[in-house]
């Protein structure tokens, strides 16, 4: 049974950071590209950022670039986003992907097979 767990959300105050982590079981994390997605009250899941297997490739929403940084430690099966500058439009939940890595990064929710709960991140003014 495939499980993705996000942790590391949380209240913040606008300009700071917050390290988000999803761990992996259950599937063959090597093989995975990985993304996150974040969804605010009233609004749909957008596309954060994306992972390839390796960690070799990486492609982010323009809103976060400069600001956000996807990883990933294949030994640990962990994905993170580092989330520095924070701004209060970042509020949102959290959410990992898992898609089986064809060479290309999905920045759409169809391609991922694999999801977690979600973890919430809150940026105050």
């Known amino acids: 049974q495939v499980q993705l767990v996000e942790s590391g959300g949380g209240l913040v105050q606008a300009g700071g950071s917050l390290r988000l982590s999803c761990a992996a079981s259950g599937l063959t994390f090597r093989l995975y590209a990985m993304g996150w997605f974040r969804q605010a009250p009233g609004k749909e899941r957008m596309f954060v950022a994306a992972l390839s297997a390796s960690g070799g490739s990486t492609t982010y929403a323009d809103s976060v670039k400069g600001r956000f940084t996807i990883s990933r430690d294949n030994a640990k099966n962990t994905v993170y986003l580092q989330m520095n500058s924070l701004k209060p439009e970042d509020t949102a939940v959290y959410y990992c992907?898992?898609?089986?890595?064809?060479?290309?990064?999905?920045?759409?929710?169809?391609?991922?097979?694999?999801w977690g709960q979600g973890t919430q991140v809150t940026v105050s003014s």
């Open positions: 992907a898992a898609d089986i890595y064809r060479g290309y990064l999905p920045t759409g929710e169809g391609p991922y097979d694999y």
